[in-house]
T-cell receptor, first 118, second 113 residues
Framework: AQKITQTQPGMFVQEKEAVTLDCTYDTSDQSYGLFWYKQPSSGEMIFLIYQGSYDEQNATEGRYSLNFQKARKSANLVISASQLGDSAMYFC???????????????FGQGTELSVKP | KAGVTQTPRYLIKTRGQQVTLSCSPISGHRSVSWYQQTPGQGLQFLFEYFSETQRNKGNFPGRFSGRQFSNSRSEMNVSTLELGDSALYLC????????????FGPGTRLTVT
């Protein structure tokens, strides 16, 4: 069974500093995809970044980068130069098994609430 | 390009009633997935529809059902509402369910009293 674990319920970071949000996963599939989403208090899930299991380089999207360590089954999100608007819940997710035609299903972790201090 | 839209945004229902929520995916997207988000259980997958067929189903009772129309719009229905059904219901759309492009709508917040 696939599983996502986020061990940090809450994190604080000073504005303009970098922060790392942890995510570990478990799957027996060779091909899989990992996502990070941001959920502000309004509730909408905002796609941040994606990493495929066969991607050799870590994904980056602007201030977001994904530190992918396949052997350790970790996919940590790094936010550089934090801004006040980054305060939100952050979810790590894994796509369901394509082998079992479950690509449209996302398995989510419990989330990390990030607070950026001025 | 318009994003994923969900209607209504807020809903208050009474125990025992039924409710229908709607999701319109991004144009060209044929896969729609539904999720329930509660403080206790987090984000849980309900079901996925692709080309008008239910392709995947989560572990929810039969009171939760859905369908997809030929224009890819999807509805989910909850019958005989219980207090525990109070949640944020999110839908996500993607081209085929296999790409990394899975975009969420703003959600429908359902309160059952």
């Amino acid at each position: 069974a696939q599983k996502i674990t986020q061990t940090q319920p809450g994190m604080f970071v000073q504005e303009k500093e970098a922060v790392t949000l942890d995510c570990t996963y478990d799957t027996s599939d060779q091909s899989y995809g990992l996502f990070w989403y941001k959920q502000p208090s309004s509730g909408e899930m905002i796609f941040l970044i994606y990493q495929g299991s066969y991607d050799e380089q870590n994904a980056t999207e602007g201030r977001y980068s994904l530190n992918f360590q396949k052997a350790r089954k970790s996919a940590n999100l790094v936010i550089s130069a934090s801004q006040l608007g980054d305060s939100a819940m952050y979810f790590c997710a894994m796509r369901g098994s394509l082998y079992y035609n479950q690509g449209g299903k996302l398995i989510f972790g419990q989330g990390t609430e990030l607070s950026v201090k001025p | 390009k318009a994003g994923v839209t969900q209607t209504p945004r807020y809903l208050i229902k009474t125990r025992g009633q039924q409710v229908t929520l709607s999701c319109s995916p991004i144009s060209g997207h044929r896969s729609v997935s539904w999720y329930q988000q509660t403080p206790g259980q987090g984000l849980q997958f309900l079901f996925e529809y692709f080309s008008e067929t239910q392709r995947n189903k989560g572990n929810f009772p039969g009171r939760f059902s859905g369908r997809q129309f030929s224009n890819s719009r999807s509805e989910m229905n909850v019958s005989t509402l219980e207090l525990g059904d109070s949640a944020l219901y999110l839908c996500a759309s993607s081209k085929d369910g296999e790409s990394y492009e899975q975009y969420f709508g703003p959600g429908t917040r359902l309160t059952v009293t």
